[in-house]
């Protein structure tokens, strides 16, 4: 094949470049570029539910949407631009046209949008969730027990765990990346410390914190410091353990602090209340599909055009300023579907696909 190859470059033939024949499609308007984005994201799903997502995305349905708004916002920039371009007429095109009630549809829909964004999203990057406990309460058993295998050490002997243990994992179809660290306690052990340190950096990088207690002990006053340097920024899911012991595997409370489950590592009682939490702090519910793979350039755009939109509603008063705000909203989704898009993005996006594709 090598030799093939070069021969072909010898006659004048040259390699295909990265993503070149979907850039091709997009720049001759055959696909627009979150279709071209959904051909990357189909070939790298590492899930069902991932790759259908996608497929979703390439055939048009979340670029549909896009368009459909952008269509209504266009309409509306119309009529304002008119009564810009015409002020001396004595009718109030705006009220006529009910102007704010287009823009209130808009807004709407541009929620439900973000809200099918978003539940995608995290089937493309998945959720990042860390084990934190004190030691022996249980979170190399959890992590064992999550992936069925024997990944992880356990042993009765507090402070097992000294490195992150990572396992990518797959619930009803959501990628779930979980790590199970040092526990936390005051220790004189340098080694020890060094792991503890480690989990505190994990904390900082996580999606969801699964807080491990010991089910008999519940969370003890020792452990409010703790608790209290957990970042408020990440969701928190505290798991009562060893609840074959106490008798109530599988018990669910909802907190001020967040959901509690009661489970048992060691039998798996429980283990499917836990998983289905899993899922609803990720924002997928089961037997639920219909959440588009989103970008984060996608989402940022998303969170762009609706704050825009919202402006525009509190700026009506002010034609000018509402136009303005109209124009930047149309903006930020014109660039989703890659009708305003610099060449460096372009580049950016195309790069990363396969050869050829
Ligand atoms: N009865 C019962 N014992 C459990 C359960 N889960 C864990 N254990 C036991 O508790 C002990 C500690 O378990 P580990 O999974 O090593 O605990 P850990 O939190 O990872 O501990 P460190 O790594 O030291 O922080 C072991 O002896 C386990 O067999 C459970 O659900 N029920
Ligand atoms: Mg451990």
Not at 25 to 47: C, G, P, R, W, Y
Not at 181 to 209: M, N, Q, S
Not at 278 to 288: E, F, H, T
């Amino acid at each position: 094949m090598q030799l093939l190859l070069r021969r072909c470059v010898e006659l004048g033939a040259r390699l295909a470049d990265a993503g070149e024949f979907t850039k091709r499609a997009f720049l001759n308007d055959k696909i627009d570029l979150a279709q071209a984005e959904a051909v990357a994201d189909l070939i790298e799903a590492s899930t069902v539910a991932a790759a259908r997502s996608a497929v979703r995305s390439l055939v048009g349905e979340f670029s549909a949407l896009v368009h459909g708004l952008e269509v209504q916002l266009i309409e509306l920039r119309m009529l304002v631009e008119a009564c810009l371009d015409f002020p001396e007429e004595e009718v109030d095109f705006l009220a006529e046209a009910g102007a704010l009630d287009r823009l209130g549809d808009i807004g709407l829909t541009l929620e439900a949008l973000d809200l099918r964004s978003r539940r995608g999203s995290v089937l493309r990057n998945g959720l990042h969730v860390v084990l934190v406990g004190r030691p022996n309460v249980g979170k190399s058993s959890l992590l064992n027990c999550l992936a069925g295998e024997d990944l992880s050490i356990v042993t009765d002997v507090p402070g097992t765990t000294r490195d992150a243990v990572r396992q990518n994992l797959e619930v009803q179809g959501v990628p779930l990346h979980v790590v199970d660290t040092a526990g936390l306690r005051e220790t004189e052990d340098p080694v020890e410390r060094l792991g503890i340190e480690r989990t505190w950096t994990e904390i900082g990088k996580c999606d969801l914190v699964v807080y491990l207690v010991d089910a008999a002990l519940g969370v003890g006053i020792d452990e409010e410091p703790i608790l209290a340097r957990l970042p408020t920024a990440a969701p928190r899911l505290t798991v009562h353990n060893k609840a074959d012991l106490t008798g109530c595997p599988g018990a669910m409370e909802s907190k001020a602090d967040g959901v509690h489950v009661w489970v048992s590592a060691k039998t798996g009682a429980g283990m499917d209340t836990f998983r289905a939490e899993l899922l609803r702090i990720a924002g997928v519910s089961v037997g639920q599909e219909d959440g588009f793979l989103a970008r984060e350039r996608h989402l940022v755009a998303l969170k762009s055009a609706r704050e825009h939109a919202a402006q525009a509603v509190s700026l009506s008063g002010h034609l000018e300023l509402f136009a303005e705000e109209l124009r930047l909203a149309h903006r930020a989704l014109g660039s989703i579907t890659g009708e305003y898009s610099a060449d460096d993005l372009l580049g950016d996006i195309f790069s990363r696909f396969c050869i050829g594709k």
